[in-house]
């Protein structure tokens, strides 16, 4: 088992529309999640994170994360096709330390 | 933000030669420094933590005599390729974390170096 799980994609939405982004993870003592988004041959910038169970919303971004399942997801609400990247779900925390462990990413295509 | 400078973001080299790759902190103190290695369309693989003033910690699989890291300042790590090979083309991207609770402190993330080695 994959210890950060994402599915690849491509996840293609059209501009407005809500896109859901999932990530599984499978150390139970993991303690920060993180989203990022990657563009084509550049390095991944940092969407956001979380650390409790529940929700965050920061802008058009909500990161939803559920210890008890081991599943943290991002949604993106009102999709543009700037948002179009691979988005990285990432964990540290528990077995991994103050190690970063990432998920292969999810390609997201928004069409206009 | 926190800003992490890496430079040079691309270089090409010839085979048996050696090169090294600067990442800076610019505006805060990291003493701790992450060394990541990309391939295309495939995730981002940890290489080694870099510790301020003391030996880097390498993952499993990572040649330390292959990949050098030194973190001699709270702002400055390298890594060195040394003898790459065409199979030592990759993007190496450096982060760092300005918290001292890492579980807590987000990654920010240098712009990374395209290594192509002929």
Known sequence: ?112 | GAVVSQHPSRVICKSGTSVKIECRSLDFQATTMFWYRQFPKKSLMLMATSNEGSKATYEQGVEKDKFLINHASLTLSTLTVTSAHPEDSSFYICSASRGREPYNSPLHFGNGTRLTVT
């Not at chain 1, 084509?40 to 969407?47: D, N």
């Not at chain 1, 179009?84 to 103050?98: I, K």
């Open chain 1, 1 to 112: 088992q994959k210890e950060v799980e994402q599915n690849s994609g491509p996840l293609s939405v059209p501009e407005g529309a809500i896109a859901s982004l999932n990530c599984t993870y499978s150390d139970r003592g993991s303690q920060s999640f993180f989203w990022y988004r990657q563009y084509s041959g550049k390095s991944p910038e940092l969407i956001m994170f979380i650390y409790s169970n529940g929700d965050k919303e920061d802008g058009r971004f909500t990161a939803q994360l559920n210890k008890a399942s081991q599943y943290v997801s991002l949604l993106i609400r009102d999709s543009q096709p700037s948002d179009s990247a691979t988005y990285l779900c990432a964990v540290n925390g528990g077995e991994y330390g103050n190690k970063l462990v990432f998920g292969a990413g999810t390609i997201l295509r928004v069409k206009s």
